[in-house]
DNA sequence: GAGCCGTGGAC
DNA sequence: TGTCCAAGGCT
C-alpha cells in the first residue's frame, strides 16, 4: 500500500528536510526540459518571461483553468480569446448579465461551471476588491474552484509550492512510481508522491512541466518515453508497463433516452418578402432549460420530457401549429446519455405569439442565442444551412 | 464514494 | 462503431 513502491528508500518526511536526491533530480529534470520545450499558451507566462520575474495575470489563469476543466485545449483557445477580448478582469466580468455569458459559453459544454464563473466573479470583484485570494486554501473556497483548480492557480499565479493533481499529473505520477492505487482513491496518493518534488523556486513552472509532459510525452496511449526526461527515473518504464497505469475503475454503460424537438418558425416581421426559403430569415421559437441538472440555464429549443422508450406519435407541443416530422432523428451524446430526438417543424403566421416563457429569436443571429451543441444540431437538421456562422465544431 | 454534468477528437 | 479521454466540481 506504500504510495511509492518505485522507490528504494522513502524519503523522510521531517520538517525541514531537504529534498531527497531523487526527488529534486526528477524536479531538475522536468524543469530543463520545460525550459526547451514548453507550449506557448494564451494564458501563460513562458519560461524567459518567467525568468525575469514576470508572472501571469491571476484573471487568465483562472478563467483558463475553469475553462479546462475536461476539455482540451484546442476547444478552450477561441472561447478564451473571445472571454479576454469581452471581459478583461473580474470587475468587466462581474458586470455582465448572466444570460450573455451563458451565450457566450454555449457549446463548451459543462455549464454549471459558466454559472460558477458568474459566481465566482461577483464574489471576487464585491468581497475581494477584484482580486483573487492567493492561498489554495482560501482559492478552495470559490464557487467552481475544486482542489486541483486551487491549487493550480495558487502555483500558476501566485508561486505557492502545492501539488495540483489533475488527469496529466495522474498519469505522469502514477506512471514514475508505479503508484497503483485505482482512482479516484488514489488520487490522494499521487498527491503526497508529488508533494515533496515541488521545487520552492518555481512552482508554477514544474506544474505546467508536469502538465505539458502528460500531454506531449507520457499520453495515455503510446507514451513517447525515448524522449522523455524522467525515463531513466519511471518505474513503470523500468517493468515496462507504462500502459497499466493508472488504474481506474470500468465505466457504467449510457443510458438511452428519446425525445422530440420542435421547430417553430415564423416569417420576418417586416422588410420585403425573402426569396428562396424564408425560413432562413425569420425566427425561431425558444425557451430556457431550468437553472440545474442537464444542460442548465441555457437557451433550447422547445422539446418533450426525455423518456426511456421510442417515441411514436408527436408529444404535446408548446403550441398549435400544422406540425410535420422533418429532418428526421438527430442523435447526441452526452457523457452518460444517448439521445435521440425526433425533429418536427411548423410555419406559423408573422404575427405569431410566444407562449409564456418562450420568444422569438432572429434566424440571421443563431449564435447570439447561445445555443448549446444539440440543439443546434436540432436547427440544422431541421432547416440545413441556416447554422452556418454558427460554432458547430466544422 | 458514486452519480451527474457536454463536447469533440483520436484511435 | 465503440471506447476513451481532456487542466474536475458539485451534491
Redesign the pocket.
Known sequence: MSPRPGRAIPAPKGAGDAESGEDALAASLLLAWYDRHA?T?P??TGPKARARGERPDPYRVWL???M????????VAPYFHDFTARWPDFAALAAAPEAEIMAAW????????AR?LVACARHVAGEHAGRLPESAAAL?E?????????A?IAA?AFGEPVPAV??????VVTRLFAIDTPM??GK?DVREALRPLMPQSRPGEFT?AL??L??TIC????PACALCPLDAICAARARGEQGAF?V????????KKFAAAFVALRPAGRGPAGSGPAARNGQILLSRRPP?????G?AEIPNSDWVTEAVTGMPKPPLAAPWEKRGGEVT??????ELRMTVWAAELPADAKAPPGFWWHDLSDLKGAG???????VVEAALPGSSRGA????
Open positions: 507550449r499558451l494564458w501563460r483558463s483553468e475553469i479546462l476543466q475536461q476539455t482540451g485545449v484546442k476547444a454555449a457549446g463548451l459544454g459543462y455549464y454549471s461551471r460558477n478552495a470559490l464557487p467552481g474552484i475544486g482542489p486541483y483548480t486551487a493550480a500558476i489533475d488527469g496529466n499529473v495522474e498519469r479516484p482513491a490522494a505546467e502538465m505539458d502528460g500531454a499520453t495515455p496511449k503510446r493508472p481506474k475503475a470500468k465505466k457504467r454503460a449510457r443510458a440545474k441538472g442537464l444542460l442548465g441555457m447526441h451524446i452526452f457523457t452518460h446519455i445555443l448549446p451543441s444539440l440543439m443546434l444540431k460554432r458547430l465544431g466544422g
